[in-house]
């Protein structure tokens, strides 16, 4: 069994995958395939008063958030296409980086998911501005969708440099799903 069998089974079933080159990006209902694909390993441990989804494309992280823990929670969103409105977020067409940059308040739990066509935004991975400005608008935890980079450690090393602490890494196929806290 392999996940493209999986994802056929599911559209077979009503499921509706969002791809962009190829690449997967969200699924309605967000459940769909739980703990095989990353979204369900984006969840926080505790139910945010405020979360920042930079690369919201439909949702499906916030989506699953809210089946867990409810609706009592603000979450912003946002992203360089305009997304189809949403029930309870408010969603931004904006660029991340510039976002980050220019953001004057701090979110309890920021899910950084700027996957696109198959690879995220180097810097996600390497960029000390962007990882600084992130630890300075994070309220609590931070989790990043990205490829394993070659020089793993150094990568790592950014963010604790910057004062994020290493939690908690899982693999999902070629991607690695990072968590810190602050
Ligand atoms: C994997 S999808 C996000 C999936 C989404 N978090 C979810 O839960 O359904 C990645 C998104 O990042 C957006 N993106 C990529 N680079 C970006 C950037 N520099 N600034 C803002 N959005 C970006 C893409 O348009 C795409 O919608």
């Known amino acids: 069994m392999t996940i493209e069998t999986l994802v056929e089974e599911s559209k077979q079933k009503g499921a509706e995958f969002i791809t962009h080159k190829g690449t997967i990006h969200s699924v309605n209902p967000p459940e769909t395939l739980f703990g095989y694909t990353y979204w369900a390993h984006a969840i926080p441990p505790i139910k945010p008063e ?36 949403q029930d309870h977020d408010i969603v931004v067409q904006s660029e991340a980086f510039k ?28 960029d000390k501005k962007f990882i600084e400005n992130l630890k300075r608008i994070a309220g609590r935890f931070v989790s990043l969708n990205i490829s394993p980079p070659k020089n793993y450690h150094e990568h790592v090393q950014l963010y604790k440099d910057a004062g994020f602490n290493p939690d908690r890494f899982v693999i999902i196929q070629n991607q690695i799903i990072e968590w810190y806290s602050v």
């Open 50 to 85: 405020s979360m920042l989804v930079l690369g919201y494309g439909s949702g499906t992280v916030p989506k699953l958030v809210r089946k867990i823990f409810g609706n009592s929670f603000e979450c912003h969103g946002i992203d360089l296409a305009i997304p189809s409105p």
């Open 99 to 126: 976002f980050v940059m220019e953001c004057d308040r701090k979110y309890d739990y920021i899910c950084v998911d700027l996957w696109n066509g198959g690879k995220c935004e180097e810097f996600v991975v390497w």
